[in-house]
């Protein structure tokens, strides 16, 4: 056993290498990889216009919502184990931030925000987490699935021999794949029984912990998802703003069809949180691209309006939670007394 002087210094050292790693991805990728000062220097027209900054500002107040939802929902989800105060939520999903900047797919997300707890058990803590992952992700799914069900006929350029079968495949099979991911989230205490199964003998006393599937009512579930589509919505209408601002005119039925295929596209990509820009700005450019070509309107500086409004996305949900978030990391509790 760790005395309870080596539990602190363990403590401390772990927090401070956190601190130092989320800083240097967000220097690396901000000011080295991604080369702030072009995007910035290519910006420049905007933030003289009238009316810009105030945008921007609004966008910028969203953030805390959309962090805050989320925050509510971890906080309804974890007091099965714990009590946490809607703040100390809050600190634990910033926090999460902050870890899952430089862990591929963010898993460090899961970690990040149990090492707050004071006396919940931190495995059950990471499967609740991990609930929650699930109702944003089935939220991304299902709302993206429908979204490419009117995007491909529309927008994409289909081989007339092929069209047919292509279209009656998709509006067969999309509706039952929905049908059956909502099961799934709906029925998620499957997942103890499968995963039970598939531990070897020697992780059998791990079982108790898969316990945690079981917890939740469809209610409890379906107001967990409810809470995911209100966030979705929120940081939908945040890259659809910023597209306005950067000069894409788009209507808000458009936007919201073509946000959600890109948001689709995006959860296959397997990436680090901070390392998302890249990939974030070409799928956007070239789903964007593909309704602009379909509609016969596509313009130079269109290209650049999505790849800014990628940017700015980027920098005001990931980079500046991730930076708020290092403030939190002194809470986290790696060793307990």
Do not use: C
């Amino acid at each position: 056993m760790l005395s309870a002087k080596i539990k602190k210094t363990l403590n401390y050292l772990f927090r401070g290498l956190i601190v130092i790693a989320t800083y240097l991805f967000i220097y690396h990728e901000v000011f080295y990889e991604r080369d702030l000062e072009t995007i910035l220097g290519r910006l420049s027209e905007s933030f003289r216009s009238k009316g810009f900054l105030l945008s921007i500002a609004g966008v910028i107040l969203l953030m805390p919502i959309n962090w805050g939802i989320e925050s509510f929902k971890w906080k309804l989800l974890i007091s099965r184990i714990e009590k946490v105060s809607f703040l100390r939520s809050f600190m634990a999903v910033l926090t999460g931030t902050s870890v899952s900047s430089f862990t591929p797919n963010r898993t460090g997300e899961y970690f990040g925000r149990v090492f707050i707890l004071n006396r919940g058990s931190h495995i059950e803590g990471i499967l609740i987490t991990i609930i929650g992952s699930i109702s944003q992700l089935m939220i991304t799914l299902v709302v993206g699935l429908f979204s490419v069900l009117y995007f491909i006929p529309n927008y994409v350029d289909i081989p007339a021999r092929i069209y047919n079968y292509i279209y009656f495949g998709m509006i067969v099979s999309i509706p039952i794949l929905v049908f059956l991911l909502l099961v799934f989230y709906f029925r998620i205490s499957i997942l103890s029984a499968v995963l039970g199964k598939l531990l070897p003998r020697k992780l059998e006393k791990w079982n108790k912990y898969l316990d945690v599937f079981n917890w939740y009512s469809p209610r409890e579930l379906l107001t967990v998802l409810l809470l995911s589509f209100t966030r979705y919505l929120v940081f939908t209408f945040q890259f659809y703003w910023l597209i306005r601002i950067f000069g894409l005119e788009l209507s808000p039925g458009q936007a919201f069809v073509i946000i959600s295929v890109i948001y689709l596209a995006m959860t296959a990509m397997p990436t680090v949180a901070l390392a998302e820009l890249g990939v974030r700005g070409s799928i956007s450019i070239y789903v964007i691209l593909l309704y602009l070509r379909a509609t016969g309107s596509p313009a130079p500086d269109h290209e650049f309006a999505v790849f800014a409004a990628s940017t700015v996305t980027w920098l005001i949900n990931l980079i500046l939670p991730a930076f708020l978030g290092t403030l939190f990391v002194f809470r986290l509790k790696f060793f307990r007394r």
